[in-house]
């Protein structure tokens, strides 16, 4: 008898109705994600494979206590106190783990609240008045001192992963203005060791996701951007190991994401006792916020996570969360559709007979969504003019968009188009309407990048011009997608028209009306998904992916440098949000040339889109991409939503790179391999696989390439794990994919 079925026939018995009401207590309370012991004062959050604590010391300040592997749940914390801290020099208050510190006493660690009360008191102590724990979320109010300056502190767990989610909130119920300086979502604190290492995301234009390692030592990293939206230059992603191997499959792992696309900022500090704390929220960079009395400022969320199973499963939580909780369609997206794109055909030179030619093309190769990029609108025939006027050109559309959206349905496409709504060109209708309607400082120059200045969305004008634009466009034209494009960064973040105490608060009320601009038009266009790209992956973060379906990964479309970016990007975010276009060779970024194989094998381990000039294309290449779209179809579950495995890795100059991705049912792996520079003759590295059931049995296909001659048709899991596949590769610029494919029974 299992044990659900046991306890129903002792309950049965109605002697002991009692004893079972107090023991389904007992359950109920055993099975809860987040628990208050009222004794120590300990807060504890246990997920399956994580144990979050943090309790009230007894200064009533809130103190983290624990965060890593599960513990037992009979190990009661013990409650909070104090560190002793370091002689007078590194006081308790600031050698202590606090939870959310405010910036006052004796602090000198990175402050989670700094504020400027209107009378120049600028002391902040925070103490513990009362929590609601609901669900899986928990609610911490806390207090100043001296003054009604409250702070409530929310936690979500998703116990599917033990990832949890931090903000703030803060309420000014003083009787004057209080200025907010700076203003974190939360601080991550992990216990005093001497071998941390940091990794973390740089790039810029065409080369974005580079993957950087450090050791962690004294003093500050700080991860950030101040140009208004997220940036190439650094993403808002850490990840933290103990020992500093940064194996893929084993070890203690500490990662998280900010949910933020404006300027941020995330400091990794190690402070006097070797304590590591993780700050991370709006960038105080320019930053000030005057709260009114009765007005609230709350905090973008920091979500972070732990796993003792390696950075591997630390990007594969992070996947898995993104698609269960963060994307639109969560908790069960739709798989991503493969779509062409005109831009490196065309450029801005479309119009109806050619976008209607190449749409014959894709589809003859089972494109199943059509994107017309820059250039259908205004007077935008290059970068110089038009954008802000998102009227059709009539020049090259004269019927309007209909004929050539009709024409991608009747091919059994859907229709995606570009628009770029944040930006406007000097040079356009809209900007010579409302020149003040730009970011600027009065009579200051205004800077333009890409020949174009950025509309301040923080105004609710400009903001309610921009919805109703894009309302209209999506009203009027069966469109499907939206490739949301944002081609520059900020300069002179101005906003004369309100008063000069509120204009800093443009860094957030930007961003507040773009998400709202986003979520109110998926609302009255509920089938409508969008892309965000930004100059490439420029715009890529968990706040932006709350409101859009894809990114654009790099405007860097060579083959082989995408594998390290699109490495770099998988230790943050999922293959399923990861566009991939096959472009033509020789690339315009390098002028590399490889085969149509290579390239689609490269972009076929994320999200599969078609960007080449299929005008040029041969009958032959249009035989290859027709099997490979058709092949992707059959295996992009696994690749989208699977569970993926870094093998090889492309960086450090290596000449391998090899990826594998699980299905989520266990029944299918897909291995992609890539030899970039054959030497010596040497043979390519046996291939381990991963995440397989090593007691079924799997047999293999080749998409291309193959193994060497003699490699077993099929054997068990534990065979291809632990013996692993020889793949006959060489040469330069080679690709295999191969594809494992449960059978029935087990080894
Ligand atoms: C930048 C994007 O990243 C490109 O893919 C393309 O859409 C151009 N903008 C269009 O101007």
């Not at 939870?99 to 504020?115: I, N």
């Amino acid at each position: 008898m299992n044990p659900a079925a046991f306890s129903r026939s002792w309950c049965a018995t109605r002697r002991l109705l009692l004893a079972c009401v107090l023991m389904g207590v007992a359950a109920v309370a055993q099975a809860q994600t987040i628990r208050y012991d009222a004794t120590t004062r300990v807060f504890r959050i246990d997920t399956d494979a994580v144990t979050y604590a943090f309790g009230v010391n007894e200064n009533d300040q809130l103190q983290t206590l624990y965060w890593g592997a599960r513990l037992s749940t009979g190990d009661a914390l013990p409650a909070a106190h104090t560190n002793e801290g370091n002689v007078s020099f590194d006081p308790p208050t600031s050698t202590s783990l606090q939870e959310y510190a405010g910036w006052g006493g004796s602090m000198y660690v990175e402050p989670d609240l700094k504020l400027r009360y209107a009378d120049g008191n600028r002391d902040l102590v925070l103490h513990y008045v009362s929590h609601r724990i609901e669900g899986d979320t928990l609610d911490v109010h806390l207090r100043d001192i001296r003054q009604p300056l409250d702070v409530t502190l929310h936690y979500v767990v998703d116990p599917a992963t033990g990832i949890i989610g931090r903000s703030a909130l803060i309420e000014n119920h003083t009787k004057q203005v209080v200025t907010i300086d700076s203003v974190a979502a939360a601080s991550w604190n992990l216990p005093a060791a001497e071998d941390y290492s940091l990794r973390y995301l740089t790039g810029r234009w065409a080369g974005e996701w580079q993957l950087q390692t450090r050791a962690i030592t004294p003093g500050n990293t700080v991860l950030e951007s101040r140009r208004g939206s997220t940036g190439h230059e650094n993403n808002p992603w850490f990840a933290i190991e103990r020992g500093g191997d940064w194996a893929e499959d084993h070890g203690d792992v500490w990662f998280g994401a900010l949910a933020w696309s404006g300027s941020w900022r995330i400091t990794v500090e190690q402070g006097v006792l070797h304590q590591v704390r993780v700050t991370g929220g709006f960038n105080p960079f320019d930053f000030a916020w005057p709260l009114a009395p009765g007005e609230s400022l709350s905090t973008p969320v920091f979500y972070a996570g732990y796993t003792s199973g390696g950075i591997g499963e630390a990007s594969r939580l992070l996947h898995r969360f993104e698609l269960a909780q963060i994307v639109p369609q969560h908790p069960k997206p739709r798989l991503r559709p493969v779509l062409y794109n005109s831009w490196e055909a065309t450029n801005f030179a479309v119009d109806q007979a050619g976008q209607e030619h190449l749409a014959e093309l894709a589809a003859s190769i089972g494109v199943e969504r059509f994107v017309m990029d820059d250039g259908w609108f205004g007077a935008r025939n290059d970068d110089h003019a038009g954008l802000g006027d998102w009227v059709v050109n009539p020049k090259k559309f004269p019927h309007g968009l209909k004929p050539l959206i009709d024409k991608v349905h009747a091919l059994k496409m859907d229709f995606g188009l570009w628009v770029e709504p944040e930006m406007v060109n000097p040079d356009s209708d809209l900007y010579r309407a409302h020149p003040d309607w730009v970011l600027n400082f009065t009579d200051r120059p205004r800077s333009e990048g890409r020949n174009q200045l950025v509309l301040n969305l923080a105004r609710q004008d400009v903001r309610d011009h921009v919805f109703k634009v894009l309302d209209d466009l999506l009203s009027h034209n069966d469109i499907a997608f939206l490739k949301w494009d944002y081609n520059r960064n900020w300069s002179e973040p101005g906003w004369p028209q309100v008063a000069p105490d509120q204009q800093q608060k443009i860094y957030v009320d930007y961003v507040r009306n773009l998400y709202g601009i986003l979520a109110e038009l998926r609302k009255r266009h509920p089938n409508v998904e969008i892309e965000s790209c930004s100059g490439g992956g420029g715009r890529v973060d968990l706040g932006i992916l709350g409101h859009t379906d894809e990114v654009w990964t790099s405007d860097n479309t060579d083959p082989f440098d995408r594998l390290s970016i699109q490495d770099g990007f998988s230790y943050a975010y999922a293959p399923a949000v990861m566009m991939a276009w096959v472009t033509d060779s020789p690339n315009w970024v390098n002028n590399r040339r490889t085969s149509l194989d290579y390239r689609f094998l490269s972009s076929m381990q994320g999200s599969l889109g078609i960007g080449a000039n299929l005008l040029h294309w041969t009958a032959k290449d249009f035989a290859v991409a027709k099997k490979y779209v058709a092949e992707y179809k059959a295996i992009r579950a696994s690749v989208q939503q699977g569970k993926l495995y870094r093998l090889l890795s492309p960086r450090d100059d290596s000449p391998h790179a090899a990826t594998e991705s699980v299905s989520q049912d266990g029944k299918q792996a897909v291995l992609f391999a890539f030899l970039h520079a054959s030497q010596m003759k040497y043979p390519y590295p046996r291939v381990r696989l991963q995440g397989l059931d090593p007691d079924a049995r799997y047999r293999w296909r080749s998409l291309h390439g193959a193994p060497v001659a003699g490699t077993l048709a099929e054997a068990s899991g534990a065979y291809w794990m632990n013996h692993g596949i020889d793949l006959a590769l060489k040469g330069d610029y080679q690709a295999a994919a191969i594809v494992f494919d449960r059978v029935g029974g087990k080894r």
